[in-house]
């Protein structure tokens, strides 16, 4: 979406840190529609509800006994599943804190988990290199409805889409499958990829690589739009997201930095670079799925930190 005078700014001051975690924090996601609470994931093997309004703790989930590398929430925010070193898909009701369901079938560890829109079925994806599709609504059914084999390495990102499922692997390909017509693209990009994400209207896909580059893809050519450098992604896992309404580009990266550039022209906004804003490689950033004004980030350092446009009143 084009603005008249650009993108809208990228949120900047420290609104809330969340130092609960003890060790590196692999991921952060929003609740979705108005956005009241996060969950984030990390290597104390916990799972931690967070108020990033009141900067609060709510609820610690405990059942892991690895580290956690993937959430995803509900569309109605009452449930939500988890995957990491355990090779066991979580699914849990948020409100008690128990998890519903075990969904064993991998081989590696979970890197990655995504509900469909009615979250009516969950994939998964791991280091085995498969996609598990599960279908939640089978009471008693252990085993996955569908696998998707195709990745030669490490399945590092999915995401569920309509009928469609995007997945980026170690093996340097980004896949898109069309479950409705059964076809399969496969897009070579030459290195790791370690995460993927549609725009809202499927045309196009965001990749972050491990050559220090998130690549735009023109989904139905597999060609690249637009590429965003200026960070420093070489090593680990850093998921690159898109600012409100789609107009910009976010990624954090190994520096401790939070990147922000022009959909349109990808070029850096803000200072170049940005401050250091973390200690540790930003694992992950996730802008808010409303507000304009407010994103979260986690880090290696054990921080999650949530980001507005102005300073809280008591900072000024």
């Avoid at 650009?6 to 996601?29: E, I």
Wanted: charged share 20%; hydrophobic share 35%.
């Amino acid at each position: 979406m084009a603005y008249a005078k650009g993108p809208p700014p990228t949120p900047r001051y420290l609104h809330h840190t969340f130092d609960a975690h003890s060790g590196p924090v692999h991921v952060v996601r929003y609740a979705k529609g108005a956005a009241k609470y996060i969950l984030s994931g990390g290597q104390d093997r916990t799972i931690r509800l967070f108020n990033p309004e009141q900067g609060t703790e709510i609820k610690t989930y405990k059942g892991h006994g690895y580290e956690v590398l993937s959430l995803t929430i509900t569309a109605d925010n009452s449930k939500f599943a988890s995957g990491g070193g355990d090779r066991s898909v979580f699914y849990w009701d948020i409100s008690t804190g128990q998890t519903i369901r075990r969904l064993a079938g991998h081989m590696g560890r979970i890197n990655a988990v995504e509900f469909n829109t009615d979250a009516s079925v969950l994939a998964s994806g791991s280091y085995d290199g498969k996609v598990n599709l599960w279908d939640l609504r089978a009471q008693g059914v252990r085993t996955p409805i569908q696998t998707l084999d195709e990745a030669h390495d490490s399945v590092t990102s999915v995401y569920v889409a309509s009928h469609m499922i995007y997945t980026g692997s170690v093996d340097g390909h980004v896949r898109t499958y069309d479950m409705r017509k059964g076809e399969l693209r496969a897009d070579y990009l030459g290195y790791p990829v370690t995460s993927v994400l549609p725009t809202a209207d499927l045309q196009t896909v965001l990749a972050t690589i491990l050559d220090s580059k998130v690549i735009l893809l023109d989904d139905s050519a597999g060609t690249a739009l637009a590429t965003f450098t200026g960070h420093r992604n070489k090593e680990y896992r850093s998921r690159a997201a898109f600012g409100h309404q789609e107009a910009s580009v976010i990624c954090g990266d190994e520096d401790g930095r939070i990147w922000a550039w022009d959909l349109l022209d990808s070029k850096p906004l803000g200072e170049n670079p940005p401050r250091k804003v973390h200690n540790k490689v930003i694992t992950w950033v996730e802008q808010h799925p409303v507000r304009a004004g407010e994103l979260v980030s986690a880090s290696g350092d054990g921080t999650v930190k949530v980001w507005r446009l102005q300073q809280k009143q008591e900072d000024v």
